[in-house]
């Protein structure tokens, strides 16, 4: 997969260097380019914004800066473009999904009030797919956070870039829509706690009924809208309310 982010702080994107992400593109099996809008501008002072029409607070992004930068950015063919703004639809596991299956991602980072409108309006009428995303219900500085949020959430979908792909299954927010049961490791008891006996039994059917109990107690008490969202299919003939 291919993934461009532009942005005027490219810098913060330097996260994408580090640790699986990092690794995947060490390994070829992401190409990842950060930009720096300013590159698009043509004036002396790199200019990326201006005042709104209509008035109000803040600086706008120009579209003919953003266009001169996408346009080049997607001149291989469709790509699907990703605008992380607060009035997004809400990015999830599901949108991951979907943008994981994707040949090429570009990310547009916008900052002050936002890109002009006719940004997206654009490229969608030019045949890309347009994806304004928010990463949840709060206000950021700009889109480089959530640009990190969504490029690491979707890498780590990527064929060969988690080791054992199993990992992937049983987390939160996988397939189940359950949170994920809590888990434990060495020392057995520690500061007077214990883990769990079921999970030392080596009884694999014990111990999958007692994750998907823990699963199901945690998320009814954290997340009862994933309960109600739960497909009836999916519920198991032993699950019980909790
Ligand atoms: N930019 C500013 N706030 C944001 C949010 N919550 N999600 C995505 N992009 C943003």
């Known amino acids: 997969m291919r993934i461009d982010i532009v942005s005027i702080f490219p810098e913060y994107l330097a996260a994408l260097d580090l640790s699986l992400v990092g ?3 060490v390994a070829g099996l992401l190409d990842l380019r950060v930009h720096d809008l300013r590159d698009w501008t043509t004036d002396r002072h790199r200019t990326v914004d201006d005042t709104p029409f209509g008035g109000g607070a803040g600086m706008v992004m ?4 953003w266009g001169q930068a996408l346009d080049e950015l997607t001149a291989t063919g469709p790509a699907h473009l ?4 607060p009035s997004g639809t809400t990015f999830t596991q599901r949108t991951a999904e979907a943008l994981a299956t994707e040949e090429q991602l570009v990310f547009a980072c916008g900052r002050y009030e ?3 409108a006719r940004v997206a309006e654009h490229y969608r009428a030019a045949g890309h797919r347009v994806s304004e995303l928010s990463i949840g219900d709060y206000v950021l500085n700009g889109g480089e956070v959530a640009s990190l949020v969504m490029v690491e ?3 780590r979908l990527l064929p060969g870039v988690i ?3 199993e990992s ?3 987390e939160s927010h996988g397939a189940a829509g359950l949170l994920e049961y809590p888990v434990y490791t060495k020392p057995p008891v520690w500061s007077d706690l214990e883990v769990p006996e079921v999970l030392l039994s080596g009884h694999h059917a014990k111990i999958s009924r007692w994750r998907r109990d823990r699963a199901l107690e945690k998320t009814s008490a954290r997340r009862p809208d994933l309960i109600e969202a739960l497909d ?3 519920l198991d003939k032993h699950d019980r309310a909790f």
């Open 23 to 25: 690794k995947a593109r």
């Open 62 to 65: 120009r579209p003919d800066v």
């Open 82 to 85: 990703v605008v992380p703004t």
């Open 114 to 116: 936002g890109i002009d």
């Open 153 to 155: 959430a979707v890498a």
């Open 163 to 165: 080791g054992n792909p």
């Open 168 to 170: 992937l299954v049983e």
């Open 232 to 234: 009836p299919g999916h």
